[in-house]
């Protein structure tokens, strides 16, 4: 029936809308089903066995409704589809996280819902009914980690079973109506071929990273978001030996270490009365309790970095994190304004120099705007010189210009810098080609 059909807006840059009668059916439909299903049975059946009684009961339900509104054969399975995935799943977003090539799912209000496909934005067709549709799947996926949105606690930081993490805030917070947004993760995370492939990266570079690693240096990963910093934590942690003992640390469990060893630590909101908050601090503290060969944080935000660099510095060599920020340099004055907010109080050029000491290497990703990701900038930590932190360039990747396809185009080179880490290196038997660092050895793309 034409009224039932996504229609062209004329407003609002061509995208389009879904009728306020269809929203209507489906409801009526909906409220109907829970009339005549047991509740019961959704924990019992299994999916497939839902799947067939919930066809059976939908299928008597809308028979008895065409005789008002009548259907064709392609509306009718579109609506056997959103129905089940609203008692099943996540209402309009499960087709979003069937997806694969969608990495994110942001939820402006109940009817504009934007989703990134290749790094890029698009206005999806799909919409909530209203504002207390949309809410009730936000309280559907935080209660089922055992987190609460509400007034008195307006904002909350959840995941999905597949990993992916969500952001919702509501109102009073967000003035127009509840905001979700979905950072997704694969079930297959990109190894190091995908990033050759994708040219993120050159192969010269992947053979220093990947000898960062089993070396042992200690690497902050900076960048913007979306630049990529958890997908690289992923890709560089698969070079971390079996036989070692690592920790991970996060505020919202992404991380998806394929090692054996993994210990996995994750933050705690405080409850109702305020109590029982576990911090990454808390949880870096103790971590250093449970004999870990490598310390993983998932982003450096707080006051753990201090205890953080105390463990890089104190047996704890090879270990990994992310933090927010645009440069290498501005990456290390973020860690150090960060110790501040631990209220450590250490002279300047002391915390300094025990950065300096901690940190071996900042590998910089970014993202473009043709929404491909890079690492533009590899920089090792030498040391001091008088009070200033002193950086040298190994590698880098500069844009040149943007072709008539809106590609990004440039070239990887190598800074002819001979890094200091190749000492450790050849401690940990590890030879790169003596010509690796030539800067006359550029890949342009």
């Not at 034409?2 to 059916?25: C, N, T, V, W």
């Not at 497939?48 to 065409?66: F, T, V």
């Amino acid at each position: 029936m034409p009224m039932l059909r996504p229609k062209a807006q004329k407003a609002g840059g061509g995208s389009h809308y879904i009728p306020e009668e269809y929203f209507d059916l489906k409801t009526r439909i909906h409220d109907r089903l829970l009339d005549m299903l047991d509740l019961s049975l959704i924990e019992t059946l299994d999916r497939d066995a839902l799947k067939a009684k919930l066809r059976s009961i939908l299928e008597e339900i809308i028979r008895e409704e065409m005789r008002t509104v009548p259907l064709n054969l392609t509306e009718r399975e579109r609506l056997f589809q959103e129905i089940q995935d609203e008692v099943t799943g996540l209402g309009p977003l499960e087709p979003f996280l069937q997806d694969p090539s969608i990495s994110d799912v942001l939820i402006n209000t109940y009817n504009q819902i934007y989703v990134e496909r290749f790094g890029k934005l698009e206005l999806a067709e799909a919409r909530f009914k209203d504002n207390r549709h949309l809410k009730r799947i936000i309280d559907k996926i935080v209660t089922a980690v055992g987190r609460r949105i509400d007034e008195s606690s307006p904002m909350v930081d959840a995941r999905l079973p597949d990993g992916s993490r969500v952001n919702a805030i509501i109102p009073p917070l967000s003035i127009d109506g509840p905001i979700l947004s979905i950072r997704r993760f694969s079930v297959d995370p990109l190894e190091i071929k995908d990033l050759l492939t994708l040219k993120t990266l050159t192969p010269e570079v992947a053979e220093v990273l990947k000898g960062c690693v089993k070396a042992r240096l200690n690497i902050l990963i900076s960048g913007g978001t979306g630049s990529g910093k958890t997908t690289t934590l992923n890709v560089l942690s698969r070079f971390i030996p079996d036989g070692e003992r690592i920790v991970t640390i996060e505020d919202s469990a992404e991380l998806q270490l394929k090692q054996n060893h993994v210990v996995r630590l994750e933050t705690r909101p405080p409850n109702v009365e305020g109590r029982g908050e576990v911090t990454q601090r808390d949880l870096v503290r103790n971590s250093l309790r449970m004999r870990p060969d490598r310390i993983i944080l998932g982003e450096v935000r707080g006051g753990e970095a201090f205890d953080m660099l105390q463990a890089m510095n104190t047996g704890h060599e090879g270990s990994l994190a992310t933090i927010h920020a645009n440069t290498p340099r501005d990456a290390l004055m973020r860690l150090e304004s960060m110790v501040a907010m631990g209220q450590i109080d250490i002279p300047t050029e002391f915390m300094r120099r025990f950065i300096a000491s901690a940190i071996d290497v900042v590998l910089q990703v970014t993202r473009f705007s043709d929404g491909t990701r890079k690492f533009v900038s590899m920089q090792e930590v030498t040391g001091m010189e008088g009070n200033v932190l002193t950086l040298q360039k190994i590698f880098s990747f500069e844009q040149t210009t943007v072709d008539s396809k809106g590609q990004v185009r440039g070239r990887f080179r190598f800074e002819g810098v001979r890094p200091r880490f190749l000492d450790k290196f050849h401690a940990a038997g590890l030879d790169l080609s003596p010509d690796l660092f030539d800067p006359s050895k550029t890949l342009e793309i």
